[in-house]
Protein backbone atom coordinates (compact mmCIF):
# COMPACT_ATOMS: atom_id res chain seq x y z
CA UNK A 1 0.00 0.00 0.00
CA UNK A 2 1.66 3.38 -0.85
CA UNK A 3 1.68 6.10 1.52
CA UNK A 4 -1.04 8.18 -0.23
CA UNK A 5 -3.56 5.04 0.19
CA UNK A 6 -2.30 4.26 3.63
CA UNK A 7 -3.22 8.10 4.63
CA UNK A 8 -7.15 7.84 3.80
CA UNK A 9 -7.33 4.69 5.96
CA UNK A 10 -6.63 7.02 9.26
CA UNK A 11 -8.72 9.27 10.97
CA UNK A 12 -7.32 13.41 10.80
CA UNK A 13 -9.83 14.53 13.45
CA UNK A 14 -11.95 12.18 15.78
CA UNK A 15 -14.51 13.73 17.45
CA UNK A 16 -18.61 12.41 19.18
CA UNK A 17 -21.44 11.61 16.82
CA UNK A 18 -24.62 12.96 18.68
CA UNK A 19 -27.49 12.06 16.19
CA UNK A 20 -27.52 10.28 12.56
CA UNK A 21 -25.30 7.41 11.65
CA UNK A 22 -23.66 7.22 8.46
CA UNK A 23 -20.64 8.07 5.54
CA UNK A 24 -20.71 11.34 3.85
CA UNK A 25 -18.14 12.90 1.76
CA UNK A 26 -17.84 16.68 0.67
CA UNK A 27 -16.69 19.39 1.07
CA UNK A 28 -15.26 21.43 3.98
CA UNK A 29 -17.06 24.84 5.06
CA UNK A 30 -15.47 26.61 7.85
CA UNK A 31 -17.38 29.08 10.05
CA UNK A 32 -15.49 31.09 12.40
CA UNK A 33 -17.61 33.88 13.01
CA UNK A 34 -21.39 34.59 12.72
CA UNK A 35 -21.04 36.52 9.58
CA UNK A 36 -19.46 33.28 8.21
CA UNK A 37 -23.24 31.93 8.20
CA UNK A 38 -24.45 34.38 5.58
CA UNK A 39 -24.20 32.31 2.62
CA UNK A 40 -25.68 29.80 0.12
CA UNK A 41 -24.82 26.10 1.20
CA UNK A 42 -24.02 23.20 -1.73
CA UNK A 43 -25.49 19.87 -0.68
CA UNK A 44 -22.07 18.36 -0.42
CA UNK A 45 -20.99 21.20 1.81
CA UNK A 46 -19.38 20.01 5.39
CA UNK A 47 -19.59 22.50 7.58
CA UNK A 48 -16.96 23.01 10.64
CA UNK A 49 -18.09 25.10 13.50
CA UNK A 50 -15.20 26.94 15.67
CA UNK A 51 -14.97 26.73 19.28
CA UNK A 52 -15.81 30.90 19.46
CA UNK A 53 -19.24 30.29 18.15
CA UNK A 54 -20.60 27.91 21.13
CA UNK A 55 -21.84 31.29 23.26
CA UNK A 56 -23.49 32.71 19.44
CA UNK A 57 -25.62 29.50 19.14
CA UNK A 58 -26.64 29.06 22.45
CA UNK A 59 -28.30 32.61 22.45
CA UNK A 60 -29.66 31.95 19.09
CA UNK A 61 -31.00 28.52 18.90
CA UNK A 62 -32.80 29.58 15.76
CA UNK A 63 -29.54 30.10 13.36
CA UNK A 64 -28.32 26.28 14.51
CA UNK A 65 -31.89 24.93 13.53
CA UNK A 66 -31.32 27.11 10.50
CA UNK A 67 -28.00 25.85 9.65
CA UNK A 68 -29.12 22.11 9.97
CA UNK A 69 -32.33 22.94 7.62
CA UNK A 70 -29.92 23.14 4.60
CA UNK A 71 -27.48 20.93 5.19
CA UNK A 72 -26.38 17.09 6.39
CA UNK A 73 -23.52 17.72 8.27
CA UNK A 74 -22.27 19.86 10.67
CA UNK A 75 -19.11 19.31 12.71
CA UNK A 76 -18.77 21.72 15.93
CA UNK A 77 -15.64 22.25 18.06
CA UNK A 78 -17.75 22.39 20.95
CA UNK A 79 -21.14 20.84 22.41
CA UNK A 80 -21.57 18.07 24.41
CA UNK A 81 -23.46 14.64 23.97
CA UNK A 82 -26.93 15.81 25.63
CA UNK A 83 -27.03 19.44 24.48
CA UNK A 84 -28.69 22.08 22.21
CA UNK A 85 -26.51 20.82 19.31
CA UNK A 86 -27.42 17.15 19.34
CA UNK A 87 -30.77 18.13 20.16
CA UNK A 88 -31.36 19.99 17.44
CA UNK A 89 -28.92 17.81 14.86
CA UNK A 90 -31.61 14.84 15.52
CA UNK A 91 -34.58 16.73 14.79
CA UNK A 92 -33.46 17.44 11.94
CA UNK A 93 -31.77 13.70 11.15
CA UNK A 94 -28.29 15.32 10.26
CA UNK A 95 -25.14 14.18 11.21
CA UNK A 96 -23.91 16.22 14.32
CA UNK A 97 -20.42 15.87 15.56
CA UNK A 98 -19.34 17.52 18.51
CA UNK A 99 -16.03 17.78 20.39
CA UNK A 100 -13.68 17.60 17.70
CA UNK A 101 -11.10 19.83 18.80
CA UNK A 102 -9.17 21.85 16.34
CA UNK A 103 -10.92 21.33 13.88
CA UNK A 104 -10.84 24.55 12.48
CA UNK A 105 -7.06 24.71 12.64
CA UNK A 106 -6.17 21.16 10.59
CA UNK A 107 -9.22 21.62 7.67
CA UNK A 108 -9.24 24.10 5.29
CA UNK A 109 -12.04 25.79 2.98
CA UNK A 110 -12.45 23.51 0.08
CA UNK A 111 -10.76 20.45 1.48
CA UNK A 112 -12.20 17.21 0.23
CA UNK A 113 -13.03 14.84 3.51
CA UNK A 114 -15.06 11.88 4.47
CA UNK A 115 -16.42 10.97 7.70
CA UNK A 116 -17.45 8.09 9.02
CA UNK A 117 -20.01 8.57 12.00
CA UNK A 118 -20.93 5.87 14.08
CA UNK A 119 -23.11 5.59 17.37
CA UNK A 120 -20.63 7.37 19.60
CA UNK A 121 -17.71 7.86 17.45
CA UNK A 122 -16.89 9.70 14.31
CA UNK A 123 -13.66 9.11 12.39
CA UNK A 124 -12.97 12.20 9.74
CA UNK A 125 -10.54 11.43 6.67
CA UNK A 126 -8.51 13.25 3.92
CA UNK A 127 -9.75 12.89 0.66
CA UNK A 128 -7.35 14.09 -2.09
Do not use: Y
Request: include cysteine.
Amino acid sequence: MSKKEDASHFPILRGESVSESGEFSGTARLVCKPEDLDREWAADDIIVLGDDLESFFTENPKALADLFKTVSVVIAEFGESLGLFATIATEHTAIGVVSVRDATHVLENGMHIRLEATENQCDIFFID
